[in-house]
Each structure stands twice: as structure tokens, then as C-alpha cells.
């Protein structure tokens, strides 16, 4: 055994150890108990928020379209709504969806430095930089207890983007609750591991998204990291549901130092690199900041520069600074 495995193997033991204050098969209870201490979060919204993080799977499958039972689904809330028993915002048709789960964008350094907080945080509202009426909270309770996850929307696909294990459950009664429930899918990571996870990702062309949903305490719960054909909310950004604020950064090209090469064009989740007139511009209403251009320009020719125009940056230190 090598240095670096002895190091990973004293790190994953002492991270079972820190863990061993869990009780056993209590996330539910846990959960239960943040849940009666959110304001406005009614019985119906924990049930939504355990069904969701109690069977991800099946919960995910049937919103991208991909299990038998979507079709059902669909129709049962189309007679619902014929009945007047259920509104139309209840059955989430576009728009509507992406007031209570959806995702910030964040280049890779700002998300490895959110995966590094070693202190609870509080900050309830975060209107300015989460730009959604409901779900805007950043609370980290315990933000050193991380579990990765097996990825809901690339597990739903028949041929999936690997690796499967890139989403990142950050604090509790999330992360306990993963583990709890999901053992063969989830296991605890620490806060390195979560940043070379982020690393990796991000070398292979996918999006960091900190994402936030109603059900889930109306907070902060998750980093996933997106790849475009796989990723729910990518497809619903892409089909008119705005599911993802931007990160609050656009790219710009140096034309200067532009060679044409096309890297970036091809490169691009988000399709926002365009080539004009004069070489390769930036679509700014389609860019949303996540800085893989950047970092596949050989030419140094891309930068990300604040846009305050398309939202504020989720920057974590600014954050530790409110409290």
C-alpha cells in the first residue's frame, strides 16, 4: 500500500468515526424534525420532500419521461385539473416548475470552495443571487458530512454519461438521509474527495449546479454535476422552463487571441458560443457562466467577467460574512 492509499484509508475511517454520532435509521426522524422547524413547510411539503429523497430514482424517471408510469402521471393531472381539483401551477406546467427546484449555476472554483465550508450557515434568503420566489436558502448544518450519490437523471437514461456517482449531498439531514437509504448507490466522501469530483467533471465538459427545491427545507441540498444529454434540467432550460439562474459571470473572447479554432463552440453545454461576422462570439442570453469554454481554449482567448445584468455570483465567503 502506497502513501496516497494509506492517507485516503485513514481519511475514510476517520470520516466513519465522525459519523458515528448518526443514529441508526434516524435520518427520517431528522428530517422530520428540520421540517417542523422550516416556517411555511406544511405535512404536505415533507411528504413531497421524503417521497423525493426516499426514491430519487423513481421520482426523477417519471419527470424526464423515462418510466412507464410518466404517461400515467401526465394524465392523471390533466383529469385533475379538468375536475378543478388541482390548479394548473399544482400540475407545474412550464415556468412553474423552476420556482421550487432549480439550480445556480457555479464555475468550478466557487463550488469546490462551497464543498470546503467547515462551518454551519445561515443566510435564509438569498433573493439577489437566487432569482426564484421559493427554495433560496443556503443552510448547511454539519456541511462536512458529504455523500455522493448515484446521478438520478444519467441512472434513468439507457445510455447514461459516466460515471454515475457525481452528486453531492452537502449537510443534514440530507446527506444521513442518502446514506441511510440509498447504501448501494451513496457513500460518504470527504470534502477532497468531493473537490476532485468537481475537478474531474468539470475536465469533462459538465455544469456544476448548487441546487435548491421547495421540498427539501426550501434550501440548498445538493451539488450535481450536469452533463447536458443526461441532465433534467438542462432539458427543461432547453424546452422553456427556466429551471437554472446563471451563474452571474459570461464569457468574452479576446479576438486578438482567437484562432477559430472551434474548441469552445463544440465544447459549450449551453450552446452560447456562436460564430459571427467576426469570428466567435458569445450569445450572452445563452450563456450561463460555468466557465467550460475557458478552461478548453488552448489560446487563453476566453475569460469570464461579472455580469450583473444576469444575476449575482454565489461566492461563499461572501456568504460566511452576512451571518
Given amino acids: 500500500m502506497n502513501r496516497d492509499q494509506m492517507k ?20 427520517t426522524w431528522r428530517f ?18 421524503y417521497f423525493y429523497a426516499r ?19 401526465r394524465g392523471l393531472v390533466s383529469r385533475l385539473q379538468r375536475l378543478g381539483l388541482m390548479r394548473p401551477t399544482d400540475g407545474r406546467p412550464k415556468g412553474s416548475v ?21 462551518e454551519n450557515l445561515n443566510v435564509p434568503d438569498l433573493e439577489q443571487i437566487i432569482p426564484y420566489p421559493k427554495a433560496r436558502s443556503l ?6 458530512h458529504i455523500a455522493v450519490l448515484d446521478c438520478p437523471c444519467r441512472s434513468a437514461r439507457e445510455e447514461p454519461c459516466l460515471p454515475l456517482d457525481v ?47 421547495d421540498a427539501m427545507l426550501n434550501r440548498f441540498y445538493a451539488i450535481c454535476n450536469c452533463c447536458e444529454c443526461c441532465c433534467g434540467a438542462m432539458q427543461a432550460q432547453r424546452t422553456g422552463s427556466p429551471m437554472l439562474a446563471s451563474s452571474g459571470y459570461v464569457a468574452s473572447v479576446n479576438t486578438e487571441l482567437c484562432i477559430d479554432c472551434g474548441d469552445c463552440e463544440s465544447q ?35 475569460q469570464l467577467i461579472l455580469a450583473p445584468d444576469r444575476g449575482i455570483p454565489l461566492v461563499i465567503e461572501a456568504l460566511l460574512n452576512r451571518q
Fill in 8 to 27: 485516503d484509508q485513514g481519511l475514510r475511517a476517520s470520516l466513519s468515526g465522525a459519523r458515528s454520532d448518526l443514529p441508526k435509521r434516524g435520518s
Fill in 32 to 49: 422530520q424534525k428540520e421540517a417542523r422547524n422550516t416556517p411555511g413547510y406544511s405535512f404536505c411539503d415533507f411528504l413531497h420532500g
Fill in 55 to 73: 426514491w430519487p430514482y423513481l421520482y426523477i424517471s417519471i419527470g424526464l419521461g423515462e418510466h412507464p408510469l410518466a404517461k400515467a402521471y
Fill in 98 to 118: 423552476a420556482d421550487s427546484y432549480h439550480g445556480k449555476v457555479m464555475p468550478t472554483e466557487a463550488a469546490r470552495r462551497l464543498v470546503m465550508v467547515k
Fill in 139 to 144: 443552510i448547511l448544518e454539519n456541511p462536512d
Fill in 167 to 213: 452528486c453531492l449531498i452537502i449537510g443534514e439531514p440530507f446527506a444521513g438521509f442518502v446514506i441511510e437509504h440509498h447504501p448501494e448507490k451513496a457513500r460518504w466522501i470527504s470534502a477532497e474527495e468531493a473537490s476532485k469530483i468537481l475537478t474531474a467533471e468539470h475536465d469533462r465538459g459538465h455544469v456544476h449546479h448548487a441546487f435548491f427545491k
Fill in 268 to 302: 459549450c453545454p449551453f450552446h452560447a458560443v456562436v460564430m459571427g461576422d467576426c469570428g466567435y462570439q458569445i450569445d450572452r442570453s445563452a450563456c450561463m457562466g460555468c466557465g467550460i469554454c475557458v478552461d478548453v481554449c488552448s489560446q487563453e482567448a476566453l
